[in-house]
C-alpha cells in the first residue's frame, strides 16, 4: 500500500511492547502498512523513526493541510506542556480552560480534513479558530499572533514590516478577540469612527409651499455653539431630494447636534397680501426662475425655520452601511420677527416665547434620516446607489482624519452682520442686497467660485425689509484653484445694493468692501472674524481693483470709507496646500532660506499636532529632502531633521491623534519616495543606541 497520512488523536505509551513508537496528540505519521488492528508508521516530522502503533489511536487525514489546520496542532501540543504547568502549580481554573480549548482544537482540526465543510463554512471555522486561540494564550499569558485579515498566521519568513503591519492592522480588533466584553469594545470602536448622517426629505406634512420655497438643511452644535455643517439647499422640484453630511467626526462629536431647517420665499420684497399660495406642484426652480408667473425684481426673504435633535441616531450599536437603521423625525417650523431670523433655531432650542408656529407656508416637514461609519470612499463603494444622485453636504472643517493625496481647498465665509447708514432723509431704512465674488487682481471675477450651498440654490444672501443693521448668519463656500488663490491681489469682494420695493426700480449699489486671500508673510487668510469696512460707491463701472487695492501700505484710499459703517464677516480654511502659520510655510518653502533652516527645524518643535497633521505628507516629504541629498548622502541638519521626525512621531502616538496612524501606513506604502535615506536614519538610530550607556542625554533616547 502508498503511505497514507495520519494524525494522532490520543496519546499512547509504547513501553513495554518491542518495536512500539510513541505517540502525542497531532503527530503526524505516515503509514506504511497495517495488520489487524496494528500498523507500521513513521513520524512525518521530528525523529524519522519507525514504529509499530494501534491504529484506533489514529485518524487519516489529506496530505494538503493548510496553514491553520498546521497551527492548530501545533497549538495543541504547545498548550499540552503548558497543561503540565498547570497541572503542577494546581491552578484548575486554567487546567479547564486548557482541556475545553484544546478539545475544540482537535475538533475543528478534524473538521478541517474531513472534506465535509463548503467554502464559507472553512472559512467561517478558520476565523473562528483564529480568534479562540488568540483568547486563549492572552489569557494565558502567552504571546499574541500577527496574522492577516482571513486569520491565518503570518509566517517568520514573509519579513518584519508584514509582521508589524498585521499586528497594527489587528490592533483595534484585539479587545474581541481577546475576549474583553463587547459593550466596551464596541463604544470604544465606535467613538473613533468618522460618521455620516443621511437625510431625505418625504414630504411637508401639513400647510403648503410659498410660490416660491427655498429650503436649507444645516447641522447645529449645542456645544459648540455653532454650525458645523454647510448648508444643503434641498432641489423641491425632485422627487425624494436627499444628501449625506460626510465627516461629521467621532461619536463624541455627534452626541449635541440638531438638524436646523430654514423656508425662504423668492418673490418681491413685500408679498401681496392677496396672492394666494401654491401647492406643491408650482414648487420653484432651485436655479432662481419663477415657476409661478412673477416678474419685476426677486429676492430671498425669509419666513420659518425648526431644529430637530439628530443625537439618537449615533447612539445605535449597528449604523453601518451593512445594517442600515432609518429613522423618521417630523419637525415643526416656528416664525419670528424678521431681525431675529438669523437666530431663530437657538430661540426655539431656548424656548424663549420669542418665535410661534409658522402661519405662513408649510408647518410641518417629514424627514428620514440614516447614519453611516466608516470611511466615505467605503461607504460610497458600498452603497452606488443611495450615493448616485445626491449632493455631499460638507462639514465646516477637516475630517478626523487627511488621508495622504487628499486634496482639498475651501473657504468658508459666513456673513454674520451688517451695519449701515440709512441714506437720504426720506428713507426710513434701507433693503439691502449683498453679492459675494472672488475678483483676481485685474477685477476679473472667478466665475463660479462661490458655491451658496450644497445643491446649488440662490446666490444672493436673505434681504430683510427695511432693516440698516441687518444680520444674516448665511455661510457660503469659496472654491478657487491654488495657484488663483496664491496669485497676488486675489481677493473676496462684496457689494451692497439697496433694493427698493417699486417694481420699476432697479438695485442701487450703495458701496463695497474687499478683503484679501493670502497675508503679505505667504500665509492665508487667518480663521477669525473679519469687520471690514464699507467704501462708498454707486457706480458699478468704477469697481476697479487697481482704484482700491493697496500697493504699499501708506496709500491713500481712493473711495471714500464710510465712518458708521461696517460689515463683520468669518472665514474658515479648509485646505491641504495653503497654511495659517508662518513656522510652517517657511519649512514648506525652505529652498527659498536655506540659512534659516536650523531656526525654521526649532519653531516646528514648537508647532502644535493640530497644524502638522494636516499637512503631514508634505511636512515628511520636505523632512526627508532636508535629510539626505539625492544619493543618500547626509546633510549639515540631518541631525536636527531626525529629531523633528522624532517629535512628529512622538505627536502621533498621543491618544488625541491616534486615528491618524493609518495616515502613517498610508504615506509609507503609496507616498514615499525617498529611497536611499534608509543609511542616515540607520546612523541617527545607531547613535542613539550608542548612548543609552550614559546616564547623561538620556530624552532623545526615551523618545526614540
Not at 127 to 156: C, M, T
Not at 307 to 316: R, T
Amino acid at each position: 500500500m502508498s503511505p497514507v497520512s495520519h494524525v494522532c488523536i490520543h496519546p499512547w505509551s509504547s513501553q513495554g511492547i518491542e518495536g512500539g513508537l510513541s505517540l502525542q496528540v497531532g503527530e503526524r505519521l505516515s503509514l506504511q502498512r497495517t495488520e489487524g488492528e496494528w500498523g507500521i508508521a513513521n513520524r512525518v516530522k521530528g525523529e524519522a523513526n519507525v514504529g509499530l502503533v494501534p491504529l484506533n489511536h489514529l485518524f487519516p487525514v489529506k496530505d494538503d493541510w493548510d496553514l491553520v489546520a498546521t497551527e492548530l496542532g501545533e497549538v495543541v501540543r504547545m498548550w499540552g506542556q503548558v497543561y503540565k504547568q498547570m497541572y503542577v502549580m494546581r491552578d484548575f481554573g486554567k487546567l479547564g480552560l486548557l482541556e475545553r480549548a484544546i478539545s475544540d482544537m482537535v475538533w475543528w482540526r478534524h473538521q478541517l480534513g474531513s472534506d465535509t465543510l463548503t467554502q464559507e463554512e472553512t472559512k467561517e471555522l478558520k476565523k473562528h479558530a483564529a480568534n479562540k486561540i488568540d483568547a486563549v494564550n492572552n489569557k494565558l499569558g502567552l504571546e499574541k499572533v500577527a496574522r492577516d485579515e482571513g486569520g491565518v498566521r503570518v509566517q517568520i519568513g514573509e519579513g518584519c514590516v508584514n509582521i508589524f503591519n498585521a499586528y497594527v492592522k489587528n490592533k483595534s480588533a484585539d479587545s474581541v478577540k481577546l475576549g474583553m466584553p463587547g459593550k466596551i469594545s464596541t463604544e470604544k470602536r465606535s467613538s473613533l469612527l468618522n460618521h455620516h448622517l443621511h437625510l431625505r426629505l418625504d414630504e411637508a406634512v401639513s400647510g403648503q409651499w410659498l410660490d416660491d420655497t427655498v429650503l436649507y438643511c444645516q447641522l447645529y452644535s449645542e456645544r459648540k455653539p455653532g454650525f458645523v455643517s454647510e448648508r444643503w439647499c434641498v432641489p423641491l422640484i425632485r422627487k425624494g431630494p436627499q444628501t449625506v453630511f460626510i465627516d461629521l467626526g467621532s461619536l463624541d462629536q455627534c452626541l449635541d447636534l440638531h438638524l436646523v431647517v430654514q423656508v425662504f420665499r423668492i418673490g418681491k420684497i413685500v408679498q401681496p397680501e392677496t396672492q394666494k399660495t401654491q401647492e406643491s406642484s408650482n414648487r420653484r426652480s432651485h436655479s432662481g426662475r419663477s415657476l409661478t408667473g412673477q416678474v419685476g425684481p426677486l429676492h430671498k426673504r425669509p419666513v420659518s425655520a425648526g431644529v430637530s435633535p439628530v443625537a439618537h441616531l449615533f447612539h445605535s450599536d449597528r449604523h453601518n452601511s451593512e445594517n442600515l437603521q432609518r429613522s423618521d423625525i417630523e419637525l415643526k417650523l416656528y416664525s419670528c420677527d424678521e431681525k431675529d431670523f438669523h437666530q431663530l433655531h437657538e430661540l426655539i432650542l431656548r424656548n424663549s416665547g420669542k418665535s410661534s408656529f409658522a402661519t405662513v407656508g408649510p408647518s410641518n416637514i417629514k424627514f428620514q434620516l440614516s447614519v453611516f461609519s466608516g470611511l466615505i470612499e467605503d461607504i460610497r463603494d458600498q452603497n452606488p446607489l443611495i450615493f448616485k444622485e445626491l449632493s455631499e453636504t460638507r462639514r465646516l472643517g477637516f475630517p478626523p482624519v487627511v488621508m495622504p493625496g487628499d486634496i482639498r481647498n475651501d473657504l468658508f465665509l459666513t456673513l454674520e452682520r451688517g451695519q449701515f447708514e440709512k441714506g437720504k432723509p426720506s428713507i426710513s431704512a434701507r433693503n439691502i442686497e449683498v453679492k459675494i465674488g472672488v475678483f483676481d487682481k485685474s477685477g476679473s471675477e472667478i466665475v463660479n467660485s462661490i458655491i451658496p450651498a450644497s445643491g446649488g440654490g440662490p446666490v444672493f444672501p436673505a434681504i430683510y425689509y427695511h432693516n440698516n443693521s441687518p444680520s444674516w448668519g448665511e455661510t457660503v463656500r469659496a472654491e478657487v484653484a491654488i495657484d488663483q488663490f496664491q496669485a497676488e491681489g486675489c481677493h473676496l469682494r462684496l457689494e451692497y445694493r439697496h433694493c427698493s420695493v417699486k417694481e420699476k426700480q432697479e438695485k442701487k449699489l450703495i458701496g463695497f468692501s474687499w478683503i484679501e486671500l493670502m497675508q503679505p508673510d505667504g500665509t492665508a487668510i487667518m480663521d477669525n472674524l473679519h469687520e471690514l469696512p464699507v467704501y462708498k460707491c454707486d457706480a458699478p463701472e468704477r469697481l476697479n481693483p487697481g482704484l482700491y487695492l493697496k500697493t504699499t501700505p501708506d496709500q491713500p484710499d481712493t473711495f471714500h470709507r464710510s465712518p458708521k459703517e461696517s460689515v463683520t464677516i468669518s472665514t474658515l480654511l479648509c485646505s491641504t496646500k495653503l497654511t495659517q502659520n508662518v513656522d510652517l510655510m517657511s519649512l514648506l518653502n525652505w529652498r527659498a532660506t536655506p540659512d534659516r533652516i536650523p531656526d525654521i527645524l526649532g519653531c516646528i518643535m514648537k508647532t502644535g499636532g493640530e497644524e502638522i497633521v494636516k499637512f503631514l505628507q508634505d511636512v515628511l516629504d520636505v523632512l526627508f529632502s532636508m535629510f539626505s541629498t539625492e544619493d543618500g548622502n547626509s546633510t549639515p541638519h540631518s541631525g536636527l531633521v531626525f529629531h523633528v521626525l522624532v517629535h512628529i512621531l512622538a505627536i502621533l502616538q498621543e491618544p488625541k491623534y491616534e486615528n491618524f496612524q493609518p495616515v502613517i501606513d498610508a504615506y509609507i506604502q503609496d507616498h514615499f519616495a525617498a529611497a536611499l535615506v534608509y543609511k542616515g536614519l540607520l546612523s541617527c538610530v545607531k547613535h542613539c543606541a550608542d548612548m543609552v550607556p550614559s546616564t547623561e542625554r538620556q530624552d532623545p533616547i526615551r523618545k526614540c
